[in-house]
C-alpha cells in the first residue's frame, strides 16, 4: 500500500513567520495530494489540495507544491496567525481503483503560532 | 459545519460491551468512510461504502462492523471491546469514490473503554 511519511511532527513558529510541512509518499501512480487541518475538537477539514497536472496552487496565504519526480509535496502558510494552530495532515489516496477512499493520511504536523 | 452529523459525541463503557456509532452523510453525498483516530496511530483507514455497499477495507478488526442503509447513514458496531479501542472515531463523506474529491469529516465520537 502506499507509504506516507510527514515531516515535522512539530512545528513553534512565531506569528508572521512561513511555516513549511512536507510530505513524501511511495506510489508514483499518485495524482490527488490534499493537506487537512484539524482544530482542537473539529473533524479534519481540507484546505488546499492539487492535482498532478500542476506543480503550485496558491489560495491567500497557504500553497501547496508537488514535486511528482521526487515525490513530495508540501504545505506552505505564509505571514501565521493564531488561528492557524492547529494540526495538519497530507493525505495521499490510493492509485488502484480496487481500493478507491483508502486515503492514506500523513501522521500529522501539530503548528503552534506564538504572537 | 461540514454537514456531517456523528452521534453520540462521547462515548463511555466498559470492556467486553458493545456499541454502535452513527453517521449522517452530507446531503447527497454517496460514499461514507470510517476512521480511528488514536494518539499513537494517527488516523486509520476502516472501512469506505458507496451507496449501500461495502467499496474499501482498511485494518477494521473482526470484532468491527459497519453497514450502510437505503437513506446513506451509516453505523459502525464494536464489539468486545477492549482498552485499546478507546479513539476517536470519524465519520466522512464524498459525493463519488473518493480517490479525486474532498472528504467532509464529522466531529467524530469520542469513545473510551474502561
Known amino acids: 500500500g502506499e507509504n506516507v511519511e510527514q515531516h515535522p511532527s512539530t512545528l513553534s513558529v512565531q506569528e508572521g513567520d512561513s511555516a513549511v510541512i512536507k510530505c513524501t509518499y511511495s506510489?508514483?501512480?499518485?495524482?490527488?495530494f490534499p493537506w487537512y487541518k484539524q482544530e482542537l475538537g473539529k473533524g479534519p477539514q481540507l484546505i488546499i489540495d492539487?492535482?498532478?497536472?500542476?506543480g503550485e496552487k496558491k489560495d491567500q496565504r497557504i500553497a501547496v507544491t508537488l514535486n511528482k519526480t521526487a515525490k513530495h509535496f508540501s504545505l506552505h502558510i505564509t505571514e501565521t496567525q493564531p488561528e492557524d494552530s492547529a494540526v495538519y495532515f497530507c493525505?495521499?489516496?490510493?492509485?488502484?481503483?480496487?481500493?478507491?477512499?483508502?486515503?492514506?493520511f500523513g501522521a500529522g504536523t501539530q503548528v503552534v503560532v506564538t504572537p | 459545519d461540514s454537514g456531517v452529523t456523528q452521534t453520540p459525541k462521547h462515548l463511555i463503557t466498559a470492556t467486553g460491551q458493545r456499541v454502535t456509532l452513527r453517521c449522517s452523510p452530507r446531503s447527497g453525498d454517496l460514499s461514507v468512510y470510517w476512521y480511528q483516530q488514536s494518539l499513537d496511530q494517527g488516523l486509520q483507514f476502516l472501512i469506505q461504502y458507496y451507496n449501500g455497499e461495502e467499496r474499501a477495507k482498511g485494518n477494521i478488526l473482526e470484532r468491527f462492523s459497519a453497514q450502510q442503509f437505503p437513506d446513506l447513514h451509516s453505523e459502525l458496531n464494536l464489539s468486545s471491546l477492549e482498552l485499546g479501542d478507546s479513539a476517536l472515531y470519524f465519520c466522512?463523506?464524498?459525493?463519488?469514490?473518493?480517490?479525486?474529491?474532498?472528504?467532509?469529516f464529522g466531529e467524530g465520537s469520542r469513545l473510551t473503554v474502561l
Open positions: 492539487i492535482r498532478s497536472n500542476v
Open positions: 466522512a463523506s464524498s459525493v463519488g469514490l473518493g480517490n479525486t474529491g474532498e472528504l467532509f
Open positions: 506510489d508514483s501512480a499518485s495524482n490527488y
Open positions: 493525505a495521499v489516496p490510493p492509485p488502484y481503483t480496487d481500493s478507491w477512499g483508502k486515503f492514506q
